[in-house]
């Protein structure tokens, strides 16, 4: 019970055990850096490779090295952001409940496509790093590349990768998704909002389902699905099978 | 307005109760499932107890899903860290990414149209998040 208790606060304690003015510090110039570069995003229209997340960790990467702070420093001091991914990821249960109806209705047509293309996308990627002889732990932080980012730093941590590796694996692989869907929807005649809307829920998560709202709310709701149920099929399945 | 301010708060209080309470049980019971996924399983037992979703919960959830993005930066920065594994193996990274984001979404995609194709969800997309779709087309992160 203790030990248990022990770690819960080991996990929060950076919030009360270094400088309030550097955390605050800290906070609000990832604050600033974050609303400025989505400001920029969506004044482009949304173009996925100039992601407000690509663009901040660049601005705030070139800014830390200039400034010469120490990265692990100004880590510690936005340990608030880094826990409030926990409420967050937990707040994906309401637009899975949402969902349910679709999924009692559609069952299992929209169950294959889901685990089909969500044990796809890992197996071949893994293939690619195996056969180009990378290390263990980066192979297993690309088994979770389907997943969406809070889930994949979770199970990757399981499994034996790297959490913040998997973080920007996830991430470029829903940028590359979601560019790459208008085309490979013509390529495979891809017509039905639903199918759409699964692929690019379960392949290219939360970025991919920015992309399907674009299109219509049905297409938005069935990524949502795709994304919520991949998520939890690959959480669930892969720390039974490597953990 | 603040009601809607004050529900949230409570919704955001009640989430964090809910992570917690799955952090604790992780370490305790060693359960091998990331932290977050044992919070989602509690909420959608609570909703499903329920039988809805609670407005608190609701106006809670719409500003943390949108602005995850940030939440997400603390992670982005640490990768800076391991700058190394990453400039020895970044080829190996790109083509593994490219190649099976776009095979599988295209595999993906062949298959759901194959089988949804003249399909027809005759449930109407829960009406309460339509109107937060809206609102998070125009301002989700991811």
């Not at chain 1, 955390?23 to 400001?39: E, N």
């Not at chain 1, 389907?146 to 940028?175: H, K, N, Q, R």
């Not at chain 2, 049980?25 to 509690?42: C, D, E, K, R, V």
């Amino acid at each position: 019970m203790t030990s248990a208790l022990q770690q819960l606060i080991d996990q929060l304690s950076p919030l009360w055990s270094q400088n309030y003015v550097f955390m605050f510090a800290c906070l609000i110039a990832t604050l600033g850096v974050y609303l400025l570069s989505r400001k920029l995003y969506f004044w482009l229209d949304q173009n996925p490779l100039l992601h407000p997340l690509t663009i901040s960790t660049l601005v705030i990467g070139f800014g830390l090295h200039f400034a010469e702070i120490d990265v692990m420093a100004f880590k510690r001091g936005i340990t608030l952001f880094e826990l409030l991914l926990g409420p967050a990821t937990v707040a994906l249960a309401v637009p899975l409940y949402n969902q349910l109806p679709v999924l009692r209705q559609l069952g299992f047509r929209v169950l294959a496509p889901i685990l089909i293309g969500g044990s796809l996308a890992p197996t071949i990627a893994w293939l690619s790093v195996y056969l180009l002889k990378t290390p263990l732990q980066l192979q297993m932080t690309m088994l979770v590349k389907s997943i969406t980012t809070p889930l994949a730093m979770g199970t990757a941590d399981l499994i034996g990768g790297t959490p913040e590796l998997a973080a920007v694996i996830v991430i470029l692989t829903g940028i590359v998704g979601a560019t790459f869907a208008p085309w490979l929807i013509i390529l495979t005649k891809t017509d039905s909002e639903y199918a759409q809307g699964l692929a690019l829920g379960s392949v290219a998560h939360v970025i991919g389902t920015s992309k399907a709202l674009s299109v219509s709310e049905t297409c938005g709701a069935f990524a949502t699905l795709g994304l919520c149920l991949n998520g939890i099929f690959t959480a669930l399945l892969l720390p039974i099978l490597f953990a | 307005m603040t009601k809607n301010s004050v529900r949230g708060i409570c919704g955001f209080a009640l989430l964090c109760c809910i992570y917690f309470i799955s952090l604790f049980l992780f370490h305790y019971f060693t359960i091998p499932l990331p932290p977050a996924l044992i919070g989602i399983f509690i909420l959608l037992l609570l909703f499903l107890l329920l039988g809805g979703v609670p407005a608190a919960i609701t106006q809670s959830a719409r500003p943390l899903l949108a602005h995850m993005g940030l939440f997400l930066l603390p992670a982005l920065i640490s990768v800076l860290l391991y700058g190394d594994l990453f400039e020895q193996y970044y080829v190996a990274l790109i083509i593994a990414v490219l190649l099976s984001t776009l095979v599988s979404l295209g595999i993906t995609l062949w298959l759901s149209q194959r089988i949804l194709s003249g399909v027809k969800a005759s449930t109407e997309v829960n009406q309460p998040m339509i109107n937060e779709r809206k609102k998070m087309t125009s301002k989700t992160s991811l």
